[in-house]
């Protein structure tokens, strides 16, 4: 049965400080919902009602585009190892992109990592927690490197060349902020 709280408690923080996966969702009022896994240590809880996650470069950047239409965004946990559990948090968030002059502040939370895009800040509204009995027990074997590698061996210069061509635009035409401010 779900149960809902208003607040991120201790015991749900160190359900999500152990997980290695989660699952971002947004959409603008019109076009496609997105919805994305997401790992490589790039989230943290700054407290029981805000939370950080650090977007890497990738193909698209729908989060980016959609918070700038409607911001809410709905981030979920689920438990592939030990007890049962889905854990979703409702809020709403800002991107905070390199050339922001908070980027520094926000950034500092996070371990320093190739191809770093934006820094989501999310306000934690609602809290819901569900069995997950039928989540698959899964077991984590190492979090892949080829992002981070890729990132790497692209270097700053070319990274901003890609998000040129590749993160201006949502895949239904909307601005997603990368270089604006």
């Known amino acids: 049965m779900a149960k ?5 408690n201790a015991t749900l923080q160190e359900f999500i400080s152990n ?9 603008a009022e019109t076009g496609r919902i997105n919805l994305s896994p997401k790992g490589m240590d790039s989230f ?6 805000k939370v950080l996650w650090l977007n890497l470069t990738g193909s698209g950047n729908e989060t980016a585009a959609h918070i700038q239409q409607v911001n809410r965004m709905t981030i979920m946990f689920c438990a592939f190892e030990g007890n049962p559990l ?3 948090l409702y809020g709403t968030a800002r991107a905070i992109h390199t050339q922001d002059q908070d980027w520094d502040q926000y950034y500092a ?3 320093a990592t190739a191809g770093a895009r934006q820094i989501f800040e999310m ?3 609602s809290v819901q927690t569900s069995c997950g009995f039928a989540v698959p027990l899964m077991d984590y074997q190492e979090d892949r490197d080829i992002l981070k590698n890729w990132a790497e061996k692209k270097g700053e210069k070319a990274i901003k060349e890609y ?5 201006v ?8 902020g990368i270089f604006d401010r």
Request: no cysteine.
């Open 4 to 8: 809902f709280y208003d607040s991120i």
């Open 19 to 27: 997980q290695k996966i989660f699952f971002v969702s947004t959409a």
């Open 44 to 49: 943290r809880i700054v407290d029981e009602n």
């Open 86 to 88: 889905i854990l979703r």
């Open 109 to 111: 939370h996070f371990n």
């Open 123 to 125: 306000h934690v509204e």
């Open 163 to 167: 998000w040129e061509e590749k993160n």
């Open 169 to 176: 635009t949502s895949i239904d035409g909307l601005p997603t």
